[in-house]
């Protein structure tokens, strides 16, 4: 009778631990989907261009992607990082430990969704280190067109060891087990939740990223109508550059960082501010149409060209700002994107200000407050 027990105990015990052990597993892989996101945002978005996907690698672009990717990869978050051009398959960019890579072949081309980021384990081919390969497809204008593949290898952490430690010690230490495998969920859904967070906000100034504004976007555009209107602010600061040259990045920072704050200020929980990259941010505004748009823009615009005190020095930039207002210039937000970036250029011909989105743009803006 007590060997029944013995034996309903232990693989009582065995079946929780090896459910948590694949709850860990499961986690580790989303976790590694979400630094892909983070990470993409550092090196990617930073340095690649549709330009650079379409034609040739900027060689100002391939040593920035270099640089990154060393710092990356002495700080144990990257082993290696390859992006192929689409349709083309052209290898746009390989780190240097994988630069024999060729053109994308038809095996994986064939097995990649390009719908959504993929994740699975791996081991490197020269030291069998054990890896987890993911395999991002990657917008490079945010116009919902995939335009290459990135495949990032991440080192794998000490995940595996942990599970395979705890497996030993199942049979010795039972409860002590199951409480060892629980504490390994638990630090890994701390740890989800801080990439979760991470995922949608800008690392830089705080706001939100192009993901959180797709995520606010198809929420706000799926109710949009002329008795809702939704409104997109898209801007670009005047003279960013110059203090990047003059000042260096960090100031440019900072400033950044002091605009993003100022955005916010006006908009007050009133909408969804975002960095778009670069000195590119949106705002979005649900329930507003064209006439309130504006008067939000014109605050925004007269807050960001307030100086910012940088190291006891103040700086000022100013800004352009185009305003695309759904249903009426779009119902999705790929084209409400484009248009404010036509009315948003149309400003910056017109030595910046507030322009609305019209048909005839970029010939004759239908509104424009002066700044």
């Given at each position: ?58 060689p100002a672009n391939r040593a920035q992607l270099d640089t990154d990717l ?68 990657y917008d490079a204008n945010g116009d919902g067109i995939v335009d290459g ?119 007050r929980g009133g909408g969804t501010v975002t960095r778009l990259g670069g ?93």
């Amino acid at each position: 009778m007590l060997l029944v027990v013995v034996i309903a105990v232990t693989a009582t015990v065995a079946a929780g631990v090896y459910s948590l052990q694949e709850q860990i597993r499961r986690r580790t892989l989303d976790s590694a989907l979400q630094g892909v996101v983070i990470i993409s945002s550092l090196v990617i978005d930073r340095n690649i261009t549709l330009h650079d996907l379409t034609d040739e690698l900027h060689p100002a672009n391939r040593a920035q992607l270099d640089t990154d990717l060393v710092l990356l990869q002495q700080k144990g978050r990257i082993h290696g990082l390859l992006i192929w051009s689409l349709p083309a398959g052209r290898l746009a960019y390989a780190d240097p430990a994988h630069e024999q890579a060729g053109p994308l072949d038809d095996a994986r081309r064939a097995t990649v969704p390009l719908d959504r980021p993929t994740a699975r384990g791996t081991a490197d081919v020269d030291t069998g280190e054990p890896l987890l390969e993911v395999d991002y497809p990657y917008d490079a204008n945010g116009d919902g067109i995939v335009d290459g593949l990135a495949v990032f290898l991440l080192p794998r952490g000490d995940v595996d060891t942990s599970i395979a430690r705890s497996t030993r010690l199942l049979y010795g230490g039972g409860i002590l087990v199951l409480l060892a495998a629980l504490a390994g969920v638990l630090q890994v859904r701390r740890r989800q939740r801080a990439q979760d967070h991470a995922a949608v906000h800008d690392p830089l100034t705080g706001l939100g990223n192009r993901e959180k504004l797709r995520r606010a976007a198809a929420s706000a555009l799926a109710g949009a109508s002329a008795q809702q209107p939704v409104a997109l602010l898209v801007l670009d600061l005047d003279g960013f550059k110059e203090v990047n040259d003059t000042l260096g990045h960090h100031a440019g920072d900072l400033l950044l960082a002091g605009v993003a704050q100022e955005i916010e200020r006006v908009v007050r929980g009133g909408g969804t501010v975002t960095r778009l990259g670069g000195d590119e941010f949106a705002v979005l505004l649900p329930r507003t149409g064209t006439e309130r748009a504006l008067a939000v823009a014109a605050a925004v615009g007269a807050a960001v060209r307030r100086p910012v005190l940088i190291e006891d020095r103040p700086v000022a930039v100013g800004v352009s700002i185009g305003v695309a207002v759904a249903p009426g210039h779009g119902r999705d937000l790929s084209t409400l994107l484009q248009r404010g970036d036509a009315a948003m250029y149309r400003a910056k011909k017109g030595d910046g200000g507030v322009v609305a989105y019209e048909d005839r743009i970029p010939a004759i803006p239908s509104q424009v407050v002066s700044p």
